[in-house]
């Protein structure tokens, strides 16, 4: 089984950043796993993300989040599934991921099934701020974040 592990963000934009570095991280310490190929920093969007992903059997993908509620380093695990509401097909000018996914699918291309798609998203607190650096208390929870969904790719790679 081909398995894709994508770090999702953009280096330079503060917080935004977390799902690249966390992608970097475990890229060091899950090198040399059968099967598993890394991309640990991807700012594309849209359609563009149809060259990055077809082709793997399941795909792990880190990045940010922000909602109403959330704290700088809470974390949610969801499969694509959960993704499907936000599909806007009749629009491919402002393409989501969910929406990339499908459309892939539609034209062709060998895209892993929405339940083999795993997405690790870590809330943030700035996403906006040009920064090479990450706010003080996304910083402060990096670590623990960090181990927490190294166990959870390690059991998803196991199963």
Same mark, same amino acid.
């Given at each position: 089984m081909r398995t894709l592990l994508l770090g999702m963000g953009n280096p330079i934009l503060s917080d935004d950043a977390v799902g690249v570095r966390l992608a970097t991280d475990l890229k060091a310490r899950l090198i040399g796993t059968p099967g598993l190929e890394f991309v640990p920093e991807c700012s594309v969007g849209g359609l563009s993300l149809l060259d990055v992903v077809s082709g793997y059997d399941r795909i792990i993908v #880190?990045?940010?989040? +922000?909602?109403?509620a959330g704290r700088p380093g809470d974390w949610y695990a969801f499969t694509a599934k959960r993704l499907r509401?936000?599909?806007? #097909?009749?629009? @491919?000018h402002d393409t989501n991921f969910a929406t990339a996914l499908? #459309? /892939?699918r539609r #034209? /062709?291309? +060998? @895209?892993?099934?929405?339940d083999d798609i795993f997405i690790c998203a870590i809330e943030v607190e700035d996403n906006v701020t040009f920064s090479d650096t990450m706010t003080s208390g996304l910083e402060a929870a990096y670590p623990t974040v960090r181990e927490e969904i190294l166990r959870e790719v390690m059991a998803l790679l196991e199963s």
């Open positions: #880190l990045d940010s989040i +922000r909602t109403a509401e936000t599909m806007h #097909l009749s629009n @491919i499908e #459309l /892939g #034209l /062709g291309h +060998r @895209i892993a099934t929405e």
